[in-house]
């Protein structure tokens, strides 16, 4: 799809360019969030989109404008709290650490994220939950809890299921986009990822990206992978428009 390919690459010179959406305050569970929502549309379908282990930053709301420049409304969900953007390497460890080692908190925490993109105007019933790193663990959890979506897209997303969970209430197709080179999450986890997903037959796409390494789609960063991020943002597009219609 030559036009993908166009809006990427304009969509990555313009990094630092004026955002358009908003961020959206809320609460879970007496917690204070704050999310970015950018609407294409009261008819266009909604992406949930979920941050990396540094949180909610600008890195996510250049992807949810990129999305809406494409016709897709985005929430980008907050998992760590309103003001919670963590900097140093073991700061990022806690929050993820505690939001592993409570899954009914990470599922609650999803849901809410959820609820307030449905307030602001976004279509539940044509979505699609995508998430980077961290994010795309927390997207596989909401995949196993069996909320209703199109899909569900990891980037370079934690892989590993844990004990006692299984794939057998998915609803929606998956699409794992991973790179080959990534030695955080390894190709063993992600061969037992096929399985899982065969086994329980799940639909699903997975797609590795050699000499990518872990969080090759981060732009600017020091293991940014040009091919795989533009390889692995046009089968996102596409998948969109085969799951959404759109």
């Known amino acids: ?23 959206v305050p809320y609460v879970v569970d007496g917690i204070n969030y704050e999310g970015y929502y950018t609407s294409a ?6 992406i949930l989109l979920v941050h990396d282990w540094d949180g909610l ?11 809406a420049d494409m016709g897709y409304s985005v929430f980008a969900a907050d998992l760590f709290g309103a003001g919670i953007r963590p900097e140093k390497t ?4 806690q929050h993820t650490g505690e939001l ?5 908190k990470m599922r609650a925490l999803l849901m809410g994220a959820m609820k307030t993109a449905q307030a602001q105007g976004g279509n539940l019933n044509n979505s699609v939950a995508m998430g980077y790193c961290f994010g795309g663990a927390a997207v596989l959890e909401l995949a196993r809890s069996g909320t209703a979506m199109k899909g569900f897209v990891t980037f370079h ?3 590993q299921t844990p004990e006692g969970q299984d794939y057998h209430n998915t609803k929606g197709k998956l699409l794992i986009l991973h790179g080959s080179a990534d030695t955080a999450i390894t ?29 090759f789609t981060v732009l600017g960063g020091d293991r ?18 085969e799951v959404t219609g759109h």
């Open 224 to 241: 940014y992978h040009e091919e795989a991020d533009r390889k692995s943002w046009q089968r996102f597009g596409e998948f969109l428009a």
């Open 187 to 215: 190709l063993d986890q992600f061969a037992s990822l096929a399985a899982q997903l065969e086994q329980q037959h799940v639909p699903h796409e997975m797609i590795t990206y050699s000499g990518a390494p872990h969080a």
């Open 100 to 104: 592993y080692k409570d899954r009914a």
């Open 1 to 23: 799809m030559p036009h993908l390919l166009i809006l990427f690459v304009l969509s990555c010179f313009a990094l630092f360019a004026e955002a358009q959406g908003k961020p």
């Open 41 to 46: 549309g009261p008819n266009a379908p909604l």
């Open 57 to 67: 930053t600008g890195y996510e709301k250049k992807r949810a404008e990129m999305l």
């Open 90 to 93: 073991e700061d990022k460890k």
């Open 157 to 159: 997303g934690g892989l």
